[in-house]
């Protein structure tokens, strides 16, 4: 295949891509699969010659769509959505085009100067003071990962990363038990250990309570271990539970311990004012994760972690060997210096593309409108007969069951997941199995969000 052929096949999949969203809401939303069936329909060795495009493409056509959970149906409401604006689509395909390797500026100057007006744009369309800088990471995960290490770092005043762990002070790190794993996650790959990741008590509101945080870094001094940060979170995956943020950095301060604040799915609402009281004091944190890759719409993938004062995270995590020096500029932004990979992307591009198709008071409505139609969706659904109401809307996000109990409950959800009118995931709420809604693509309507409770009740009125 060569450029020729690509300008080809590439006009035949612009094609082809604007059908399957045409056509979207025609599809189960999860393919009614069973593990292994694609895989047993695909060759067991790669090809020792070329195979024609055609060929590819109808393979690509016959086996793929039908496999794949549907991530862009305007009636996906599991996990957090993982949109993809056209607008950030087209940006990705000449980001693909020119595959730059923007690991260091000088090789992609581009890339890092409109990644650093990018962190400004969103900076303050979120109400963040204007010394925030920040960086572009692939997950929140890897932002999270980097706080923690930093967390670390700062409070061995750098001892770990030259002499290593062993022999040095027990490390402890705060956060709820509402915050994502990949909290956990970075307590493990960091050194910390999952025993070492305090979960503080949490309120009737399931936000951390600032008392608690406070006695347990007192405990964990007096036993002698080393307190090394805080994490909060502002929507919480589970129920999307919320920190009081202003009281916990207040503590957290007190103590001398960063904070790293975990909005991925909830930040890309503080482009609403008006939703912003729910990360009141959040011009305090050190650190703030948020991914425009989820709610506002910029395609997968591009996490944006906000910086107060990126010396830290750069002294921990940044290597400049000779062949990554910019000779005559040792000032220069090198954004691998802020993250763990060395080698990056072009994320920025399809930001660029996507805040300036839409606008933000676009993005406003929408996210307005989820929250809107979500709250509706929860009314409507608490006046089913049988359905309990276990969490209340936090923006777009609630959670039900059924009065039966835990078994019902997951009963209902396997028969809502494979009618495939709708797509609902899970989660423990209290000891309980509950079912999440979450109202986020970025192509939904009124009428599809509607559609959960209609789901709902024909599917309760299935004999079990």
Known sequence: MNHDDLNHWSKRAADWAREYHRTLRDRPVRAPLTPGTLAAQLPGHAPETPEPMDRIWHDFETLV??????WQHPRFFAYFPANASPASMLAEQLVNAMAAQAMIWQTAPAATEMEQVMIRWLARALGLPDDFSGTIHDSATTATLSAVLTMRETALDWRGNQDGLSGQPRLRLYASAETHSSVDKAARVAGFGQDNLVKVPTDTQHAMKPGALAGAIAADRVAGFLPAGVVLCVGGTGIGAVDRIRDCIAVAQAEGLPVHVDAAWAGSAMICPEFRVLWDGIEAADSVVFNPHKWLGVQFDCAVQFLRAPGRQIRTLGLRPSYLETPGDD??????????????RFRALKLWFHLRAYGLETLRKMIRSHVAWARACHDDLAALPGVEMVSPPVLSLFTFALREGDAATAALLDRINADGRIYLTQTRHQG??????QVGSFN??????AMIARVVRDLMEVPQ
């Open 65 to 70: 769509p039908d496999a794949l959970t549907h």
């Open 432 to 437: 309980r199995f509950v079912i999440r809604v």
């Open 331 to 344: 000032d220069i932004t090198n954004f691998n210096e802020w993250t763990l990979p060395l080698g990056r």
């Open 444 to 449: 939904c309507r009124a009428e599809d969000v």
